[in-house]
C-alpha cells in the first residue's frame, strides 16, 4: 500500500504562482512513477505531468507545458508541481498519482494509488 498527501493548493491571481507537494509514504520503493492531475468544475479528470520516480524523466500536457515542472526528492518521497503564470483556466483540484507500470502514464486508469486532492484557485 502507498499513501499520497498532497498540500499546497490555494488562491491565487493570475500570473501568480504556486507549489504542490505531494508525500508518498508506504511501499514507495516499487513503484515506477508519479503523475497530476486536475479536475476542474463540471470536467473530467485530465493529465497535468508526470515523472519518473528513479530517473527524473519527465512529461507534461501541452496546456501546462513552459508553465509547470514537475519534480521530485528521493530521499524525501515527496513529489513537487510548481506551477507558474498561472490562468483562471488552471482553476481546478490537483490530484496526485502514483503507479507501478511504464506505461500510458497520461491515463487515470494506469494509477494505482491517489491523493484526496488539494484545490487550487486561480481570479481573474
Known amino acids: 500500500q502507498v499513501q499520497l498527501v498532497e498540500s499546497g493548493g490555494g488562491l491565487v491571481q493570475a500570473g501568480g504562482s504556486l507549489r504542490l507537494s505531494c508525500a508518498a509514504s508506504?511501499?514507495?520503493?516499487?513503484?515506477?512513477?508519479m503523475g497530476w492531475f486536475r479536475q476542474g468544475p463540471g470536467k473530467e479528470r485530465s493529465f497535468v505531468a508526470a515523472?519518473?520516480?528513479?530517473?527524473?524523466?519527465?512529461y507534461y500536457s501541452d496546456s501546462v507545458q513552459g508553465r509547470f515542472a514537475i519534480s521530485r526528492d528521493n530521499a524525501k518521497n515527496t513529489v513537487y508541481l510548481q506551477m507558474n503564470s498561472l490562468e483562471p483556466e488552471d482553476t481546478a483540484v490537483y490530484y496526485c498519482a502514483a503507479r507501478y507500470g511504464s506505461g500510458n502514464f497520461y491515463k487515470p486508469g494506469e494509477y494505482t494509488y491517489w491523493g484526496q486532492g488539494t484545490q487550487v484557485t486561480v481570479s481573474s
Open positions: 508506504g511501499r514507495t520503493s516499487s513503484l515506477f512513477g
Open positions: 515523472i519518473n520516480w528513479s530517473g527524473g524523466w519527465t
